[in-house]
């Protein structure tokens, strides 16, 4: 499978879980003891972020880069 493939099976996924997620969850722990539930979505979306650029043979670096449609990134 495709890395923009992956992506399309991804985000939606990641949109419902992180949106079943309530307030006063986002201060909870997580296996990895760094993150709370907060830090973990931070984490992921950061890396979304950071690596949609360059499945899409953009330069990461490039404020161009970053999409505009606030439902990609949200």
Do not use: Y
């Not at 003891?33 to 490039?62: C, N, Q, W, Y």
């Amino acid at each position: 499978m495709e890395p923009n493939e992956q992506l399309t099976l991804i985000i939606p996924m990641l949109k419902k879980v992180a949106g079943g997620i309530s307030e006063d969850q986002l201060v909870g722990a997580t296996p990895c003891a760094k993150f709370t539930v907060e830090g973990v979505i931070d984490h992921m979306t950061s890396l979304a972020t950071g690596f949609a650029p360059m499945f899409r043979g953009e330069d990461p670096t490039s404020t161009s880069a970053v999409p505009s449609d606030p439902d990609i990134i949200a």
